[in-house]
């Protein structure tokens, strides 16, 4: 019975005009205390966390790099499971998430980036190293442009928004390949060795500011694709009834 | 299964062979991007046996992703690829069968000539054996890959710089171990453990691409 009631909320959820309906309160719902605890986080990690012993404030670039870095790879892991749903039970909202996700996704990526190399510029003495982690964080940016340019491409929104799921689950099967191929061809390499300072266990006064902003940048990472999801829909569906019914309502 | 395998196979080979101009095509753009290459450097010994895995690697991976456009364009063009979406024969088994006559066409051109580029690049001898193996190994992996990306932009006439972008991300692991082998073999270090790994990437690509290759196809035909 759980499972049928389960299945009955799925294919409600399912519903696009009920989804346009609830996303409302979902992106609120997601939205203040998403911007409250990113708020509070990069406030906290900026001004109130102790300076680091070793790497003095130049440390506190962390409170953005590291929540960007995490939703890089959450990004696209979630794109990827959308994918899955999107081939297999041809759920049309999965396959909206995937486009709207996307460039948020990238963004986050090219933040990590930017901001690992500002770091890397004071504490490597250089803006870019082929480091195992940094090549496949970059290959992770060219995944996500992929997908966009693929969208962008196909005219269909259909056919684009599914050619889309499947190029994310083919390429989530690839990044741990890649990135395991990467760290192999560094260690061969044997480049300019940069060891990076073996961190010490984290001072909570810097942990819970990096932890809430982490939090933070997920929720408005949720918040702001949920309503590229909806202008997503409101221009697929441009044609259908509903949405015609709720402009002239609104109008 | 075997039987459609086998005569999807033959057709396209016998297809290919009649257009032998452009194979030859092919391999003429390999030599050219690697002859061409050293004119723009001194030409020094030591440097082109050093960039020589990189740049033969690079040269194959443009020529295949020139080649993999037409991978199911003249099908799809022509309407046989709609015959083999409404036939009962696995799409997955045709799609493998496609990309092997692929291969077998435009991808192993590149093996055969190889020899005698890194010669001309000043890579010693002994080295041939392995660089030969790797190519082996690791240009069908492309081939398989490629006919992912070929087969979701299908649609669409002019693909060839978005195909680029699609492809060379998943193309990472094959050029670091194909690349990874000429340089082991080259520096007189084992090379074995590269060509494992590309052997791995292959088995990987022949069980999980063809699937892969099928849905495309069928997203691109919807």
């Given at each position: 019975m759980a499972k049928s009631a389960f299945m009955r909320w799925f294919h409600r959820f399912g519903s696009l005009p009920y989804f346009y309906g609830v996303s409302v309160p979902i992106a609120r719902a997601l939205?203040?205390?998403?911007?409250?605890?990113?708020?509070?986080?990069?406030?906290?990690?900026?001004v109130l966390a102790p300076a680091d012993y070793q790497q003095g404030d130049a440390f506190r670039i962390i409170y953005i790099h590291v929540p960007s870095a995490w939703l890089s790879m959450f990004g696209y892991t979630s794109m990827a499971v959308a994918g899955v749903v999107a081939l297999v039970w041809r759920l049309k909202l999965a396959e909206i998430y995937i486009v709207a996700a996307a460039p948020i996704g990238a963004s986050f990526t090219f933040l990590a980036l930017a901001t690992g190399s500002i770091w890397g510029k004071p504490m490597w003495g250089t803006w870019w190293v082929w480091d195992a982690r940094l090549t496949s964080e970059l290959i992770l940016l060219f995944l996500y442009l992929g997908v966009i340019a693929l969208h962008n491409a196909?005219?269909?929104?259909?056919?684009?928004?599914?050619?889309?799921?499947?190029?994310?689950?083919?390429?989530?099967?690839?990044?741990?390949?890649?990135?395991?191929?990467?760290?192999?061809?560094n260690t061969l390499h044997q480049g300019p060795t940069i060891t990076r300072f073996d961190?010490?266990?984290?001072?909570?006064?810097?942990?819970?500011?990096?932890?809430?902003?982490?939090?933070?940048?997920?929720?408005?990472?949720?918040?702001?694709?949920?309503?590229?999801?909806?202008?997503?829909?409101?221009?697929?569906?441009?044609?259908?009834?509903?949405v015609g019914r709720m402009l002239e309502n609104s109008r | 299964m075997l039987g459609v395998f086998w005569a999807v196979l033959r057709r396209d080979?016998?297809?290919?062979?009649?257009?032998?101009?452009?194979?030859?095509?092919?391999?003429?753009?390999?030599?050219?991007?690697?002859?061409?290459f050293p004119l723009g450097?001194?030409?020094?010994?030591?440097?082109?046996?050093?960039?020589?895995?990189a740049l033969i690697w690079m040269a194959v991976l443009l020529a295949a992703l020139l080649s993999l456009q037409r991978l199911f364009r003249p099908d799809y063009e022509d309407g046989t690829l709609e015959q083999y979406l409404l036939s009962p024969e696995p799409l997955a088994v045709i799609a493998l069968a496609k990309v092997t006559a692929y291969w077998l066409a435009s991808g192993l051109i590149f093996v055969v000539a190889s020899p005698?580029?890194?010669?001309?690049?000043?890579?010693?001898a002994h080295a041939v054996g392995v660089i030969m193996l790797s190519l082996l190994l690791g240009t069908p992996t492309l081939g398989l890959v490629g006919g992912i990306g070929t087969a979701l932009t299908l649609s669409l006439p002019r693909a060839g710089l978005l195909l680029s972008l699609l492809i060379f991300p998943l193309y990472v692991p094959v050029l670091i171990f194909g690349a990874g082998a000429m340089q082991a073999v080259i520096a007189g270090l084992p090379a074995a453990g590269a060509l494992y790994l590309l052997g791995a990437l292959l088995a990987l690509g022949v069980t999980a691409a063809p699937w892969a290759i099928a849905a495309a196809l069928k997203i691109s035909l919807e």
């Open positions: 939205a203040v205390p998403g911007v409250l605890l990113a708020a509070w986080g990069v406030y906290a990690g900026l196909i005219e269909s929104p259909r056919t684009a928004a599914r050619a889309c799921a499947l190029l994310s689950v083919v390429g989530v099967i690839n990044v741990p390949i890649i990135h395991y191929s990467v760290e192999w061809w961190r010490p266990a984290m001072d909570l006064d810097m942990l819970w500011p990096l932890l809430s902003a982490a939090l933070g940048f997920t929720l408005i990472f949720g918040w702001l694709t949920l309503w590229g999801m909806r202008v997503q829909l409101l221009w697929r569906e441009r044609r259908s009834r509903w | 080979l016998l297809l290919a062979f009649r257009q032998r101009g452009v194979l030859v095509h092919h391999l003429l753009f390999f030599v050219l991007v690697v002859a061409l450097t001194r030409a020094e010994g030591a440097i082109l046996v050093a960039v020589s895995p005698l580029l890194v010669l001309l690049l000043g890579v010693p």
